[in-house]
């Protein structure tokens, strides 16, 4: 029964890793793409929470930008510490910065979300960008990112950053989480005119303004914890043009500064990630335990045929493993070899967040909560 098992295992691994070389070809990387200097204007929107360690280099670094003009709106969300502060006196030095404060948030809305519907507002340009509070731009990442727009005729360019980070085990929890994403939703699919997968990265989405208010903007996704996510897929379902490049050497984000801080982040969004199904969470924690876990523990308690068939199949997850590595991070190649270790620390992160949203059934993101019923309810709603 075990043989027939790991047969299974072996040629979903193969095909998950034939896909894997198929599909990571066609991710461009804009890092060295040409720029051309272009008289439009782009408004850049950026909602901030709390974010005085991070604020005042991302507004710089957007400002610092080359070979383009820009407006940057940026939109202080009922911030506690200084980042109101931060934002209104860069605004002060600089013409091209709008602040707003948002001081409450309307019933049925996400604070993130809002606070971009508000700065949609003020923006001028056709072409609008929405980045997050603590992304650092190379001085030529924007016009990179545009020339590249304007050359494919794309309506929507989502761009995935170097996420950094400060320790080995969150090095490896954020290139395991890649690889998942990358098996799960093969973002390679967006590009595809054909394919109905759509992928939005909250740390860079530049879209035109008849594209956002085509798909029904922010609005649309009030409720949408994975708005990022939501809006993408949104570009897609309406038949509009999408690209989905990569960009490690002219964007930068950390993600979370530590491992708690990832284990708390994860508690916003693991529901919603996977479409508020109880069945989808579990089988995406058996799924992990069975297909990466138990081989990896049958290297040393199964039987000879079964500790090469677990061989073999570990070398698979491995060089999957290392594909997605190579292309979504810089970390050094050699952190994959501690998979095994981090699809542990994935299962009990999936587990824990689960088991609080369940328990607790709300999840609590920019100091508002929000009960499951109603993000649920959203979810089905306007899918």
């Known amino acids: 029964m075990i043989i027939y098992f790991y047969i299974l295992l072996l040629g979903f691994w193969i095909w998950i890793l034939v896909e ?9 990387s804009i ?27 991302t507004i710089l670094s957007i400002v610092a930008q080359e070979n383009i003009e820009l407006e940057l709106i940026v939109v202080n969300d009922r911030s506690s510490d200084r980042t109101k502060q931060i934002i209104d006196d ?44 603590d992304v650092v731009f190379d001085k030529t990442a924007l016009a990179r990112a545009f020339n590249y727009m304007v050359t494919h005729e794309a309506d929507h360019v989502t761009v995935a950053p170097h996420l950094k980070a400060s320790s080995f085990l969150l090095k490896g929890l954020i290139s395991y989480f890649l690889f998942g994403f990358s098996y799960l939703n093969k973002p390679w699919e967006a590009n595809k005119t054909s394919s109905k997968k759509g992928i939005g990265i909250g740390a860079f989405q530049l879209i035109t303004r008849k594209c ?7 609005e649309r996704l009030r409720l949408r914890p994975d708005d990022d ?67 990896f523990w049958h290297l040393f308690y199964g039987s000879s045929t079964e500790q090469l068939l677990s061989g073999i199949t570990v070398l698979l997850v491995t060089m999957a493993y290392t594909i997605s590595t190579l292309h979504f991070t810089r970390y050094p190649i050699w952190i994959v070899v501690g998979w095994p270790l981090f699809s542990l620390l994935f299962v009990y992160m999936l587990s824990r967040a689960l088991l609080l949203t369940m328990t607790r059934k709300e999840i609590s993101w920019r100091d508002s909560r929000y009960s499951i019923d109603e993000l649920k309810k959203f979810y089905k709603d306007t899918k």
Do not use: C
């Open 31 to 57: 890092d060295h793409y040409p720029m051309k200097e272009t008289p439009q204007l782009v408004s850049v929107i950026v909602a901030a929470k709390d974010e005085e360690r991070h604020i005042e280099d």
């Open 229 to 295: 996510l939501a809006l993408g897929q949104l570009v897609k379902n309406s038949r509009y043009k999408q690209r989905f490049v990569t960009s490690l050497l002219r964007l930068t984000v950390e993600w979370y500064p530590n491992l708690n801080a990832a284990f708390k982040g994860f508690e916003k969004n693991a529901f919603a990630g996977l479409n508020y199904s109880y069945f989808m969470a579990g089988f995406a924690i058996t799924g992990v335990i069975i297909s990466q876990i138990f081989p």
């Open 20 to 28: 894997f070389l198929r599909g990571f070809k066609t991710i461009e």
């Open 90 to 133: 860069i605004s002060s030095r600089h013409s091209n910065v709008k602040a707003i404060t948002i001081t409450s948030l309307p019933n049925g809305w996400l604070g993130k979300n809002y606070a971009l519907y508000e700065g949609v507002k003020l923006a001028r340009s056709n072409y609008l960008l929405f980045t997050d509070a």
């Open 212 to 218: 956002y208010t085509g798909v029904g903007g922010h």
